[in-house]
């Protein structure tokens, strides 16, 4: 018997090792703008966040407002770097494919980011195909992370109550969104990861942190 009706993946450092691409390109322009950061700081800051709801830290940080045409830019640069350069998270392939085929391919990826970026990624790296039309982005519901609307949608969209989902995660803000859900939350730690630490997942509610991929399966039944 599954543990879970449904699984529930968010995507930006849980399926796909985007984060410091994605972080790289918004480090050099906020710099270009005069505020500079390091890619470490720059992912404390910003990882588990929509760049759209930071415009007005950024503006403060900068001293220049954050228009639609700089946001675009960004994207436009972000996609790039990100096709040219994304990998997947390690162990991942088989993780979705094993957890996709115990549950009847009821899963689904619930990111924070735009849809654009999401299904660029996921095709890249051959994971769309498990996914199909169960994409939902944050960029769509009234509210992204850590709010939990994506998850709901996600939820609801599968026809099951987000109570009985599981949850993967990799920040804060997602945790926290996930729990608002009232789905439990597996927050997946790799031993390289800086921004975040396995006290920050647990207090943000948490029940289970692992660090390899290949554990997924079976934690999930």
Same mark, same amino acid.
């Given at each position: 018997m599954m543990k879970f009706e449904a699984i529930l993946f968010d995507c930006d450092g849980v399926l796909v090792d985007s984060e410091p691409i994605t972080n790289g390109?918004?480090?050099?322009?906020?710099? +270009?703008?005069?505020w500079v950061l390091t890619v470490a700081e720059?992912?404390?800051q910003f990882v588990g966040k929509a760049v759209k709801? +930071?415009?007005?830290?950024?503006?403060?940080?900068?001293?220049e407002p954050v228009t639609e045409a700089w946001l675009e830019a960004f994207r436009n640069r972000r996609n790039t770097a990100l096709l040219a350069g994304v990998t997947a998270i390690s162990n991942v392939l088989p993780c979705v494919r094993d957890v996709h085929a115990s549950y009847g391919g009821r899963i689904a990826c619930a990111s924070g980011a735009d849809r654009f970026k999401v299904e660029l990624m996921l095709r890249k790296l051959d994971l769309?195909?498990?996914? +199909?039309?169960r994409v939902f982005s944050g960029y769509e519901t009234p509210r992204s992370k850590?709010?939990?609307d994506v998850y709901l949608a996600a939820a609801a969209a599968l026809g099951v109550d987000a109570a009985r989902c599981a949850?993967? +995660?990799?920040?804060?803000p997602g945790v926290t969104a996930g729990v608002a859900a009232g789905a439990t939350v597996f927050a997946?730690?790799?031993a390289s990861?800086?921004?975040v630490d396995a006290a920050a997942l647990r207090q943000a509610g948490a029940r289970h942190v692992f660090s390899d991929m290949a554990d997924l399966p079976a934690l999930v039944g």
């Open positions: 390109v918004l480090r050099d322009m906020l710099a +270009e703008r005069g720059c992912m404390q709801d +930071e415009v007005d830290l950024i503006a403060q940080r900068t001293g769309l195909k498990y996914f +199909e039309d850590p709010f939990p949850v993967v +995660e990799d920040t804060v997946y730690l790799p990861t800086l921004h």
